[in-house]
């Protein structure tokens, strides 16, 4: 259902953009949102966007992160400027609902100091 891309390794203070492919229907009804994995650490949500446009960030990625969505593309995308090497993680996609899709495989971003 769900296939991230655009991760790799950068100097902090670079910029990477992620891409989020949904392979199904009604893609612009959901609420989607970007998480991460850090090694020894839970899961977090970094960004969300409403089926509306409206979107959150977690305070140690606002203003630098921008999550965007095109429907017509059934695409998510994450673009991340200024990274820093807190931001060393996988990336997932995901529905931001209690019920989700299938993790996909996610995609790994590497912020060198």
């Known amino acids: 259902y769900l296939e991230e891309s655009g991760g790799g390794l950068v100097q902090s203070g670079g910029s990477l953009r992620l891409s989020c492919v949904y392979s199904?229907?009604?893609?612009?009804?959901?609420?989607m949102a970007w998480y991460r994995q850090a090694p020894g650490r839970q899961r977090e949500l970094v960004a969300n966007?409403?089926?509306?446009?409206?979107?959150n960030y977690i305070d140690s990625v606002q203003g630098r992160f921008t999550i965007s969505r095109d429907t017509a593309r059934n695409t998510l995308y994450l673009q991340m400027n200024d990274l820093k090497p807190d931001d060393t993680a996988v990336y997932y996609c995901?529905?931001?609902?209690?019920?989700?899709?299938?993790w996909g495989r996610g995609t790994q971003v590497t912020v060198s100091s």
């Open positions: 995901n529905r931001n609902a209690k019920s989700k899709c299938s």
């Open positions: 199904g229907n009604r893609f612009n009804l959901f609420d």
């Open positions: 966007i409403f089926s509306g446009g409206t979107t």
